[in-house]
């Protein structure tokens, strides 16, 4: 699914919606440059889950647990060059009963279980941003639905065949 935001409240609505087909134990991994909307859109997402209370990107503390309907594990792996297993298990301790939401997730891929979702939020001048959502198992129409009515520039991505 591709979506052109054209603010943060777009991409944070786009953050919303997603918080209605994540479930807790689910990964959600998020990319895109520095400023591209990535907490922007974790903070939607955790909003809609219930979540209060401040959201931030835990850059320096690699990992924030957050208390909702539906607790949310945010971790940002941008200062880790990689992770060994006992930090791993330290990061990913709530995830089970958590929405796991991982933001520069490729110094960790290896050893990350399979998302639910993948982002990809590029820069596309100015305000606007060029999401991309991959759902697994997931399907996203409802959401490009919900985006749509929303007046938000949504299209469900072509699915090659076998996937």
Do not use: C, N
């Not at 791993?88 to 998302?115: F, I, K, N, S």
């Not at 100015?126 to 520039?153: C, F, K, S, Y």
């Amino acid at each position: 699914m591709r979506v052109v935001s054209t603010g943060a409240a777009d991409t944070g609505e786009v953050g919303a919606a997603l918080a209605a087909r994540v479930a807790p134990g689910d990964v959600v991994l998020l990319r895109g440059d520095l400023g591209a909307g990535k907490t922007t859109l974790v903070r939607a997402l955790a909003r809609e889950l219930g979540v209060t209370g401040p959201v931030t990107s835990p850059t320096f503390t690699l990992a924030q647990t957050h208390q909702g309907r539906v607790p949310v594990l945010h971790i940002d792996a941008y200062r880790l060059s990689g992770a060994d297993d006992e930090e791993l298990g330290l990061l990913l301790d709530a995830a089970p009963g958590a929405v796991t939401l991982v933001e520069w997730p490729d110094v960790l891929a290896d050893a990350l279980p399979e998302p639910a979702v993948a982002v990809d939020i590029a820069h596309g001048g100015g305000d606007r941003r060029l999401i991309a959502l991959d759902a697994r198992d997931a399907d996203l129409g409802p959401l490009v639905d919900h985006l749509r009515a929303r007046h938000i520039d949504a299209e469900p991505e072509p699915r090659a065949a076998g996937r």
